[in-house]
């Protein structure tokens, strides 16, 4: 007698579609504290797959090559009990799927449902998206987590059903996000370590690009500009052309400081700043002593491995309004020396923008 499939989750008990998630719960997003002192310059581009493996794909089908040669192998798995009506209704990714001769290149389960095959992806997020491509609204929690929201993203992108989500997703960001946490830097407060809220930045990108909230990811990313010391961590999450675009603006936000840096030193030591031979030496003399202090004397350091490693707009911006001037620049205001060390050197912080969700998309087309 033949043993009959019992899915773990049944979402339309007359479905005709057994879509099982093999190896469920796989790391996500794990942060590593050494990425910024590491050369990515040689290391191939990852794009939103830690594993080759997430999902039968349209294009395997077409070609008649069964999915389940891609599968790892796992005990562990969770079964879904679905119809391929409303998914295909929902997901971009499913009615391709199902349009592609699938029936011909799909094996049947015991009872002659059609099986489709997913791995590694979190199982609580499979089964909110499940529900919500169902309507079973009453399966649904009316608050998650920031985690629990990236990994729902995530599964969202790629099976690309962000309309049908759409009430769900504003209810949970709704929830979650408090422009006022972001602000800070219009209201002077102090800046944070972007080690403090790295893995938080970096989920809250993706889910801003996920769900194309312009403003939270004009935000987000202004904030990741000015805290972040290297490359932006993807952390395996489809946020590639996001984090190309970031390091390209980040660079030019820092070259504007670092030429000026370098500019002033030339041109202290061409006598063409300072108002006397004097001033001149004496700006030249506190220029060097702070560049040599703080280990970037010669700007070659900054041709070595990835462009300005260990330095972002932020500390930037610190190390230079804390250069040590010569006493005689602190005398009393009405004897006062008119030439300053580091004026015109410090990019003001409100003049920093994030980028364009638009243009992020486009780059998105383009790949």
């Not at 077409?62 to 879904?80: C, I, M, N, R, Y």
């Amino acid at each position: 007698m033949t043993n009959l499939v019992e899915p773990s989750r049944q979402f339309d008990l007359e479905g005709d579609v057994l879509l099982t998630l093999h190896s469920p719960n796989a790391p996500f997003a794990v942060w590593d504290r050494s990425w910024l002192e590491k050369d990515h310059s040689s290391v191939p581009e990852q794009d939103n797959t830690e594993t080759s493996c997430h999902t039968s794909s349209p294009d395997l089908l077409e070609q008649g090559s069964p999915a389940s040669e891609q599968l790892p192998d796992s005990t562990h798995k969770v079964q879904f009990l679905v119809s391929s009506k409303h998914l295909r209704l929902a997901s971009k990714f499913f009615n391709a799927l199902f349009r592609n001769s699938w029936k011909e290149t799909t094996s049947k389960s015991p009872d002659g449902l059609w099986c489709v095959d997913a791995c590694d992806w979190d199982e609580v997020a499979m089964t909110r998206l499940m529900a919500v491509i169902h309507h079973q609204n009453r399966k649904l929690d009316e608050r998650i987590s920031v985690e629990e929201l990236a990994k729902f993203a995530v599964v969202v992108d790629y099976y690309k059903c962000h309309e049908a989500v759409l009430p769900w997703s504003e209810k949970w960001i709704n929830n979650l996000w408090d422009p006022t946490k972001w602000d800070y830097l219009d209201r002077g407060i102090d800046f944070f370590s972007f080690f403090d809220y790295e893995d938080k930045l970096t989920l809250w990108i993706l889910i801003s690009q996920v769900f194309e909230k312009k403003d939270m990811f004009r935000a987000i990313t202004r904030v990741a500009m000015i805290l972040c010391r290297g490359e932006l961590p993807t952390l395996g999450l489809p946020i590639v052309a996001t984090a190309k675009a970031f390091d390209a603006k980040r660079k030019v936000f820092l070259d504007q400081m670092f030429n000026s840096l370098y500019g002033l030193l030339g041109s202290l030591r061409d006598r063409k700043a300072g108002c006397t031979l004097e001033c001149s030496s004496m700006l030249l003399g506190a220029l060097c002593i702070e560049l040599h202090r703080i280990g970037i004397m010669d700007d070659q350091w900054r041709l070595l491995g990835y462009p300005y490693a260990g330095q972002s707009v932020q500390s930037t911006i610190s190390l230079i309004a804390f250069f040590t001037m010569p006493k005689c620049m602190h005398a009393p205001l009405k004897t006062a020396h008119a030439c300053q060390l580091v004026r015109g050197i410090a990019l003001d912080v409100k003049k920093i923008e994030g980028l364009e969700l638009h243009n992020i998309i486009r780059l998105d087309a383009q790949d």
